[in-house]
């Protein structure tokens, strides 16, 4: 099961650092690979990712870059438990796709994958990577249809992060069949 991780708000410093120990804590929900996206202001948007453990990912000049607290709005992070697809860099989240960047944690049918591809037009390299396209394509209401087909775990378990860059805000949804706890401070 993969684990997605991120903080938004005022970031400095101290988000950095603790969003590091998320990734490190988080590890253990998804060892295949790591990724960050950072955001920084509507159109300004680093995403890294590598099929590694957190610690590479830290080493390499791109997530140093990325990971700048005082200059973001927003981390998202994620540890993938490769499901579906293969593991590779690509096939690492998060996910970009026009406006929208984000992570997911859940697997969806063979069935489900498909019927999104079918409306996109295209194929894509994990079930993950068709849900952000279809978010980004039709928005988050005609995509929640196709996934809500998902209405039993057998069917479809999502839980998703995303930033949509048009509407300039970090959005948060899961169905009953993947935790998602958030915090406030």
């Known amino acids: 099961m993969c684990g997605l991780i991120g903080v ?3 970031l400095s410093l101290k988000d950095e650092l603790f969003m590091k120990r998320l990734f490190i804590l ?4 998804g060892t295949d690979s790591t990724g960050l996206a950072a955001v920084r202001s509507r159109k300004d948007i680093s995403v890294v990712k590598m099929a590694t453990h957190p610690i590479n990912l830290f080493d390499s000049k791109a997530f140093t870059s990325a990971l700048n607290g005082p200059n973001s709005v927003a981390f998202i992070g994620h540890n993938r438990a490769a499901t579906v697809g293969k593991v590779n860099d690509i096939s690492a989240h998060p996910y970009e796709f026009g406006d929208i960047v984000g992570a997911h944690n859940g697997t969806l049918t063979s069935a489900n994958w498909s ?3 079918r409306e996109l037009e295209f194929d894509t390299v ?3 990577a068709a849900i952000f ?3 980004d394509k039709f928005g988050i209401d005609y995509t929640m249809t196709l996934l809500e087909k998902g209405r039993v775990s057998a069917t ?3 839980a998703l992060t995303w930033y949509d860059s048009k509407e300039h805000k970090l959005k948060i949804l899961r169905n009953e069949h993947r935790p998602l706890w ?3 401070n």
Do not use: K
């Open 126 to 128: 994990t079930d993950s």
């Open 156 to 158: 479809g378990a999502w």
């Open 133 to 135: 396209a279809c978010i």
């Open 182 to 184: 958030i915090c406030f």
């Open 26 to 29: 988080d590890y253990f929900r």
């Open 8 to 10: 938004c708000g005022n």
């Open 115 to 117: 019927e999104l591809e």
